[in-house]
């Protein structure tokens, strides 16, 4: 469960009580992990995987009952401002506006902890300083893309930023405390959360937005031309779900000018990623091992073409840079021989995903089979049905199907059974989204459909639902399947 989803007064999930008792909740429930998706701002269409910059840290989630505790707030700051009125949707248009006009009320207050706050910006340095200018300067501009700002903003003239800078000192300073806000919040999360035996799974977007910071503030680690516009971008090809396949948008990497530096843009972001989290999730693994290229300008991904990327070069980097690193890949997609090559020599454990596993019914294979212990298995993931939908939506032989698979009854209790079928498998660790848990179908609590906008990213739980009944429940079934 992403921490957006969490119960709020204050329209969405934050890192505040609600988080801790989450905490509490796996704890009792003998669960030894919490996985969230990735912690960045968000930026086009609400998404995580589109964000203003892959370092920086997503302020919604910021805890304003917290800021008051931490003495940056008054409660006439934040209690009077209007949230939302669906507790379980987050309405991130209004929260764009409420919640940014909040936290601008901290700033006053920032000296309070200075020593912390310098602490943090030498130690994040290296992409701090070009987030808070780059934030800075897009609203200055009404919040429109780098890419459509002045010539003199837009290729950083030097002279140009320098005076901006000037000018503007405090302006970028505020939003470098806000990073830190974050920041000190989580620690002290992940901190009760290790303490009670539970490990943070993180996520990592393979690419960068083409609208961020680290685009505009490192162009040649891009596939730009002489005007930064990209050249070809990146996506997925035609399947037999998008006959368009999917068309990302996001400017590829120039791994020759990665390699040549010793990929270290890539080693401070694992690094970076890895202060907040125990294990990271690459998302599109694949990518490294070969990766989809569009022409920029096409309207979908038909044009398209493979590419090799970097493979265990960069791999082998990351290894020796940040030994032991925990790293899981999600080696979902378009397969072949190659990223299975590279996974194998990488050692990270890979992903099955309980619903592609049965495919359309007609080609299923038992969950056991070919299954590789090391490995993490899902009953699905923030882009697929809920469990209950899936399995209602089936086509008839391929409910027949899992009805035998998992000895599935009735329609009421198909989701405990295909949770408690996939517990057992021999996997080594078993990921089930909280919607599952609480038996939602996808109009309850679907968070993402792929290649669509406009009603992603929004679910919240409701306050009480993960409650004692549930966690006998989850305890009972993983004491029975061999976890604890």
Request: aromatic share 16%; with cysteine; hydrophobic share 35%.
């Amino acid at each position: 469960m992403h921490i957006t989803s969490l119960p709020s007064k204050y329209g969405i999930g934050t890192l505040g009580k609600e988080a801790y008792k989450f905490v509490d909740f796996l704890a009792k429930s003998g669960q030894s992990y919490w996985q969230v998706l990735p912690l960045t701002p968000t930026n086009y269409g609400d998404s995580p995987y589109q964000s203003s910059s892959v370092f920086a840290y997503n302020p919604y989630l910021i805890d304003l009952d917290m800021l008051k505790e931490m003495g940056l707030l008054k409660p006439r700051d934040y209690k009077n401002e209007f949230y939302g009125n669906n507790p379980l949707d987050v309405d991130y248009a209004n929260m764009f506006i409420v919640k940014n006009r909040v936290l601008k009320k901290v700033w006053p207050r920032h000296e309070l902890y200075n020593k912390e706050f310098n602490r943090f910006k030498k130690e994040n340095k290296s992409w701090l300083d070009q987030f808070a200018l780059y934030e800075s300067i897009k609203e200055s501009f009404g919040f429109t893309a780098w890419y459509t700002w002045k010539d003199e903003y837009r290729l950083r003239d030097k002279k140009t930023i320098n005076s901006y800078i000037k000018t503007n000192k405090e302006d970028i300073e505020y939003r470098k405390f806000i990073q830190f806000l974050f920041y000190y919040q989580w620690l002290k999360l992940k901190k009760y959360a290790n303490d009670k035996g539970i490990k943070i799974i993180g996520d990592m977007p393979i690419y960068a937005a083409y609208d961020s910071a680290d685009v505009w503030s490192n162009p040649s680690y891009f596939y730009l031309d002489e005007d930064l516009k990209p050249i070809k971008v990146a996506g997925c090809p035609p399947d037999g779900f998008t006959a368009d396949g999917q068309l990302w948008g996001n400017p590829l990497y120039r791994w020759d000018k990665m390699k040549s530096e010793n990929y270290s843009w890539w080693i401070d972001r694992i690094r970076n990623i890895l202060k907040l989290v125990d294990v990271v999730r690459i998302d599109h693994f694949r990518g490294f091992a070969g990766y989809f290229t569009i022409p920029f300008g096409d309207t979908n991904a038909r044009g398209g073409s493979w590419v090799v990327g970097p493979g265990y070069d960069l791999f082998d980097v990351i290894n020796k840079e940040i030994p032991g690193a925990q790293i899981i890949a999600e080696n979902l997609g378009f397969l072949d021989q190659a990223v299975f090559d590279l996974l194998d020599k990488c050692g990270y454990p890979g992903m099955y995903v309980m619903q592609f596993d049965f495919g359309n019914g007609y080609d299923y294979h038992p969950l056991q089979d070919g299954l590789k212990e090391n490995n993490v298995i899902y009953t699905g993931t923030h882009d697929n049905q809920t469990i209950r939908s899936w399995y209602n939506d089936s086509n008839p032989h391929l409910k027949w199907c899992i009805e035998q698979y998992f000895g599935i009854t009735n329609e009421e209790e198909s989701y405990k059974k295909i949770i408690e079928g996939t517990l057992k498998t021999n996997v080594d660790l078993s990921i089930v989204p909280l919607q599952d848990y609480l038996g939602l179908y996808d109009y309850e609590g679907r968070m993402n459909i792929p290649s669509t906008l406009g009603c992603n990213w929004r679910w919240r739980c409701a306050k009480g639902a993960y409650n004692s009944n549930l966690s006998k429940y989850i305890y009972k079934i993983t004491k029975e399947s061999n976890r604890l």
